[in-house]
């Protein structure tokens, strides 16, 4: 089993709907998720981090953790053409050890059809 | 957020040869290094990851002969990819942190090609 594991997609979504991406985690004991975006041939930015169970809003993003699921997402409100990129779900796996690392699933190319 | 410069941004060099990539943190000490490695269509693979003044741990199966991490500051980390075969062509990205949050920053990135 992958530590971090996304839905490769492509997931295509009309311009202004909501898009919805979701990433489960192996590892019981990671505390911090984050939610990063990369456009092609470039490096990732970050979104959104997320630590307490439940949804944290920012704009148009709001990341969802369920931690007894082991489940967290990313919704996109009033997608636009430019969210069209793979968004990558990223986990701190063992937070409070000298081995805490921070590990990328595979990735979901989204893509917002005008 | 804060700045990671990572150079070059392209390289191409002949196989066999040896490459570096410099990593920079700019407006914060980076504690921790981590070097990933991402090939066309894939998720990041991270390669090795670096606490200033210490030994990289490497991850299984990569090969720290092959892949040289220096981290002699908290500002700066190298990778030297060593006797490069074109299979080792990719894009490498290096990441500091953590940040105030536990996220890392990335640098630019590097592409190599080994012909």
């Known amino acids: 089993q992958k530590e971090v594991e996304q839905n490769s997609g492509p997931l295509s979504v009309p311009e202004g709907a909501i898009a919805s991406l979701n990433c489960t985690y192996s590892?019981?004991?990671?505390?911090?998720f984050f939610w990063y975006r990369q456009y092609s041939g470039k490096s990732p930015e970050l979104i959104m981090f997320i630590y307490s169970n439940g949804d944290k809003e920012d704009g148009r993003f709001t990341a969802q953790l369920n931690k007894a699921s082991q489940y967290v997402s990313l919704l996109i409100r009033d997608s636009q053409p430019s969210d069209s990129a793979t968004y990558l779900c990223?986990?701190?796996?063992?937070?409070?050890?000298?081995?805490?690392?921070?590990?990328f699933g595979s990735g979901t190319r989204l893509s917002i059809r005008p | 957020g804060a700045v990671v410069s990572q150079h070059p941004s392209w390289v191409i060099c002949k196989s066999g040869t040896s490459v570096k990539i410099e990593c920079r943190s700019l407006?914060?000490?980076?504690?921790?290094m981590f070097w990933y490695r991402q090939f066309p269509k894939q998720s990041l693979m991270l390669m090795a990851t670096?606490?200033?003044?210490?030994?990289?741990?490497?991850e299984q199966g990569v090969e720290k002969d092959k892949f040289l991490i220096n981290h002699a500051s908290l500002t700066l980390s190298t990778l030297t990819v060593t006797s490069a075969h074109p299979e080792d062509s990719s894009f490498y990205i290096c990441s500091g942190g953590p940040g105030p949050t536990g996220e890392l920053f990335f640098g630019e990135g590097s592409r190599l090609t080994v012909l």
């Open positions: 670096s606490n200033e003044g210490s030994k990289a741990t490497y």
């Open positions: 590892d019981r004991g990671s505390q911090s």
């Open positions: 407006d914060f000490q980076a504690t921790t």
């Open positions: 990223a986990v701190n796996i063992r937070p409070y050890s000298s081995a805490s690392k921070i590990i």
